[in-house]
């Protein structure tokens, strides 16, 4: 059995096709089917059903494929440690964060870290922080920078807290409280909301505060994305409560302090479980101590002209 046939039995059970499967692998069909059959007599069992119209694996390729994924991470692993063991970080990050973390700059970060790695090859997953969390519990993800309320910390996961602001109200430029120095939880919660999904992390936030203050609000719109709250706010369907550095990139919303605002606060976590060698780097890149004890929170500054908040040193 070949790392190699265990390369093309995913990359055809990831595409439902043969033809697909060689073009990614960059080889021709016959090879990579003679391979696949060669790796099925060896086995005494056949990994697909092949038809005129599909390919699909058989309870057999179901059982093989996860297992031939973790011998491929282990390889890629072990290669990875002996390159970092003669000064060469190599391998793949996979690193998630939410659409709103403002406590770093990503692409400038990820810029710097290709400069001094560019044998690694970074995958960016976006997604809620209760997911990611997981997702890096369970291995799917090297890192991933999270936002969440002040009462909540993410478990089972190395972390470290980047910094902590309190949300702002975003209204449409024409909204009676577009013009307002601040607004209190009570004035808002008489107006229709725009937030995420009930029972995700960046809902639970703004829920808990409403709770806490004894109001109830009315949230008209769910979205899974911050992308499109302002497409919503600014022609006046709803008010959004949102990070205060994510609200000024957005255009065609207002942005009012709120005086009983909740805390968000923003981490970066990593997997406990054998942290890589890319993984490593990239946590050394952010100037974050790579043990695994949670160290003490870095605070933010506001740059003076862009207002974007950065990490202070």
Known sequence: MELQQMRY??????????TRAAERCLVVQSALSHQIARLERE???RLFE??????RLTPAGEAFLPAA?????AAERAAAEVAAAVGEVRGRLAVGLIPTVTAVDIPATLRDYRLRHPQVRVGLRVGASDELTEQVREGALDI?????????????VGRHELARDRLVAVVAPDHPLAGAASVDLRRLAS????????????RAQT???????????????EVSTADYIAGLVGPGLAVAMLPPAYALRLTGVVAVEVSDAPVRVQHVVWSRAGRTPAATAFLEAL????????????????HPRNGRAGLMK
């Open 191 to 202: 107006e229709v909301f725009v937030d995420f999904p009930a029972g995700t992390a960046g």
């Open 50 to 55: 092949r038809t005129t119209r599909r390919v």
């Open 144 to 156: 991933a920078f999270l936002g969440l309320p002040a009462t909540a910390e993410p478990r089972g």
């Open 69 to 73: 994924r973790q011998c491929l991470e």
């Open 287 to 302: 100037g974050i101590p790579v043990t695994d004890a949670p160290a003490s929170p870095r605070r933010t500054r506001r």
């Open 43 to 45: 086995l005494g069992a």
């Open 207 to 221: 829920d808990l505060a409403f709770t806490a203050a004894g109001l109830v609000r009315d949230v008209a719109f």
């Open 9 to 18: 039995v995913i990359a055809v059970a990831e595409t439902s096709s043969f």
